[in-house]
C-alpha cells in the first residue's frame, strides 16, 4: 500500500483482486432495499416539467428543509439540505473554527477516517482522545483535555467505528464542555435510525447555540450513492459568533456546490412524507438479527468485541491477530472475509478490526471466522 491510498480503498481494491469468493464487510453501503416511495418518486421524477430539471435552491428545496424542521424541531432558517452528511461534517467543522477562537478539534480515537483528514485538510490542530474501555468518549476527560484553544468538539452517536451509542447524560456534558470554552460540538447523528440500545439522545434535545447537528438520507433509506444531507445550525436570533453560521455555511455550500441534485431532494421528500415507521422498524430488526448471528460466531471465535449498541459495525479482536494491514489481507486470501484494520481508525484500538454488517453473508462470514479460528 503505498502511503497516499486510503485504507479503505486498498482494502477494497485487495479484496476485489483476491483469488477467492471474499465476503465484504469493508464498506458502510447498506445492502437492503430503499423504501419504496423513494422508488416511486424517482419514476415520477422523470416526467416532470422542464423546469423541475433546472437549478434548485442552493440551500435545498423548502418543502424537504419545511418538512425537516418539523420533524426536527427546529426553525427551517436553520436547515442547509448538503451533499451527504459528508459536506454537512465539512460545513460544520470548517465554519467552527473560523467563528470562533482557537484552532483545535477534539476527535475520539478510534476516529471515523473523514474526521481525521478533514481536521488535516483545514489546517486544525487535531486532539484525538482514546476512548474508554466500554467504546464511549468519556465527557469528563474531554473536560479534562479541553482548553481556550479548542473550536470544535466532534461526537457521532451511533457511532463508526466502535458501534457505540452515547445517552442523553453524555451528549449533554459534552454539550457543557463546548459552552464552557466558546466551542462548538459537531453532532453528526447519520446512524439515528440505528439505534439498539435505546438510549440515543440527539444534540438537539438539548437548548444551546453551540452545537450543530449534522445528519442524512445516505444510512436511513439506504440511498449512500444519492447525496442528500442536512445540517442543523444554530438560529440567528442568538448572540454572536453563533448566529452568523448558518449564513457563513450557506455561502461556502452554494459556492463549493451550487446546490444538490433536485430530483435526488424530491424523492427523499415524498420517501420522508410517505414511509411507515414499519419501514425502519424491520431494517432495524434486520441488523440487530445480523450483530446477534455475528457476535455468537465471535465468542466462538474466542474474541473480543464491543457489544453493538448502534450503527452497522462491530470492531472485534482475535488472539493473536492485531488488525494490521497484513493480517487483514491475510483473513481475506485465507478466511475469505475482508474487514478492515484497526490502525485505519487511529492508535487506541489498532489491534482490532471493523467488520460492517452489511452484507446478507453475515451469517457465513462469522462460520468462515470461527472455522479460521479454532
Ligand atoms: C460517521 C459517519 N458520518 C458521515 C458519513 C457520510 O455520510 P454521507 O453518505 O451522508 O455523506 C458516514 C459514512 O459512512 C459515517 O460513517
Do not use: C
Not at 440527539?202 to 442528500?228: C, E, H, Q, Y
Not at 488488525?323 to 486470501?333: A, F, P, R, V, W
Request: glycine share 6%; no cysteine; charged share 25%.
Amino acid at each position: 500500500m503505498d502511503d497516499d491510498t486510503p485504507p479503505f480503498f486498498y482494502v477494497m481494491n485487495y479484496a476485489s483482486e483476491a483469488e477467492g469468493d471474499v465476503i465484504d464487510m469493508v464498506s458502510g453501503n447498506p445492502d437492503w432495499e430503499p423504501p419504496e416511495a423513494l422508488r416511486e418518486g424517482l419514476r415520477e421524477y422523470a416526467d416532470a416539467e422542464t423546469d423541475q430539471f433546472q437549478y434548485p435552491p442552493s440551500v435545498g428545496l423548502r418543502e424537504l428543509r419545511e418538512e425537516i424542521a418539523k420533524r426536527r424541531g427546529v426553525d427551517i432558517s436553520q436547515v442547509i439540505i448538503t451533499n451527504g452528511a459528508g459536506e454537512a461534517n465539512h460545513l460544520a467543522m470548517a465554519g467552527g473554527l473560523e467563528a470562533v477562537d482557537g484552532n483545535e478539534i477534539i476527535l475520539a480515537d478510534p476516529v471515523y477516517p473523514y474526521y481525521d483528514g478533514r481536521t488535516s485538510l483545514l489546517d486544525a490542530e487535531k486532539t484525538l482522545i482514546p476512548v474508554d474501555k466500554d467504546g464511549h468518549l468519556n465527557p469528563e476527560t474531554v473536560h479534562k483535555r479541553a482548553s481556550e484553544e479548542t473550536a470544535v468538539i466532534v461526537v457521532n452517536s451511533p457511532n463508526n467505528p466502535m458501534g457505540v451509542t452515547y445517552d442523553g447524560d453524555a451528549i449533554e456534558q459534552l454539550l457543557g464542555v463546548a459552552e464552557e470554552y466558546d466551542a462548538l460540538l459537531v453532532s453528526d447523528e447519520v446512524y439515528d435510525h440505528f439505534d439498539y440500545s435505546g438510549r440515543f439522545t440527539s444534540a438537539l434535545s438539548f437548548d444551546s447555540p453551540n452545537r450543530i447537528v449534522t445528519n442524512s438520507f445516505s444510512k436511513s433509506m439506504a440511498v449512500t450513492g444519492w447525496r442528500v444531507g442536512y445540517a442543523i445550525f444554530p438560529r440567528e436570533d442568538r448572540p454572536a459568533p453563533y448566529n452568523e453560521l448558518v449564513d457563513s455555511a450557506r455561502t461556502r455550500h452554494m459556492l463549493t456546490n451550487v446546490a444538490i441534485s433536485r430530483p435526488a431532494q424530491a424523492s427523499v421528500l415524498r420517501a420522508l412524507r410517505e414511509t411507515d415507521p414499519s419501514y425502519y422498524e424491520a431494517v432495524r430488526e434486520q441488523m440487530v438479527e445480523r450483530i446477534d448471528r455475528f457476535t455468537s460466531a465471535l465468542d466462538a471465535a474466542g474474541a473480543e468485541y464491543t457489544e453493538p449498541e448502534g450503527s452497522f459495525y462491530v470492531m472485534a479482536r482475535f488472539p493473536g491477530l492485531p488488525g494490521t494491514m497484513e493480517n487483514i489481507e491475510m483473513l481475506i486470501d485465507e478466511a475469505g472475509v475482508a474487514g478492515m484494520p484497526g490502525e485505519a481508525f487511529g492508535d487506541s484500538r489498532s489491534d482490532w478490526m471493523r467488520f460492517a454488517l452489511v452484507s446478507p453473508r453475515v451469517e457465513e462470514a462469522a462460520q468462515r471466522l470461527a472455522e479460521f479460528f479454532e
